[in-house]
Structures are given as structure tokens and as C-alpha cells.
């Protein structure tokens, strides 16, 4: 099994910026992508981006231009910059880890943009 710990979220201005980073541990050698989704109240979980292990990115529409996914190999850890943060980008951010057998979740971390 592959485990995850996301740490970085906290509270920001409209415009401001946060780095989350989500360490991995375990199975490591059975992810092939990882990546960060979302879930605001009363709404589903939403892709952000995502990054394979060829280093090719995926956004969604809402962040691209905005928010950079990036890894760390040697430290089995990955990054979400988030720059020109919205009120709308309020959210939990749950760290994900695929592999060819389930996906594996971190405990999320609130990420809340408001003045």
C-alpha cells in the first residue's frame, strides 16, 4: 500500500499564493501517476492536476495558468504551487497516488482564500 501525508493548506488572501506538498511512503514503486483533487461543501471531488511518472501534466480548466504540479523524486513528494488564489479555490485538497491495483488518498488538506 502506498501512504500519504499532505501538509501546506491554511488561510490566504484573494490573489495570494500556498504551496501544499503531499509525501509518499510505502509501495512507492507501484504509482505511476500522482496528482491533487478537490472537494468544496456541498460539492463533488474534482480533479486539479495530475502528473505521471514521465513528468506530462494534466489541469483542470479552472486552475491552468495558475497552479504548477511538480515532483520531487528523490524525496517522493509532490507539489502544488498555487498562485492567484480565489475565494472560489476554497477547499479540501486530497493528495493522490494511482497505481495499476487502487488509488491510494491522504487525509486532505482546507485550503480556504478569503479577506
Known amino acids: 500500500q502506498v501512504q500519504l501525508v499532505e501538509s501546506g493548506g491554511g488561510l490566504v488572501q484573494p490573489g495570494g499564493s500556498l504551496r501544499l506538498s503531499c509525501a509518499a511512503s510505502?509501495?512507492?514503486?507501484?504509482?505511476?501517476?500522482m496528482g491533487w483533487y478537490r472537494q468544496a461543501p456541498g460539492k463533488e471531488r474534482e480533479l486539479v492536476a495530475t502528473?505521471?511518472?514521465?513528468?506530462?501534466?494534466n489541469y483542470a480548466d479552472s486552475v491552468k495558468g495558475r497552479f504548477t504540479i511538480s515532483r520531487d523524486n528523490a524525496k517522493n513528494t509532490v507539489y502544488l504551487q498555487m498562485n492567484a488564489l480565489k475565494p472560489e479555490d476554497t477547499a479540501v485538497y486530497y493528495c493522490?497516488?494511482?497505481?495499476?491495483?487502487?488509488?491510494?488518498w491522504g487525509q486532505g488538506t482546507q485550503v480556504t482564500v478569503s479577506s
Open positions: 493522490n497516488a494511482r497505481t495499476r491495483a487502487y488509488d491510494s
Open positions: 510505502g509501495s512507492i514503486f507501484s504509482i505511476n501517476a
Open positions: 502528473i505521471d511518472n514521465n513528468g506530462s501534466t
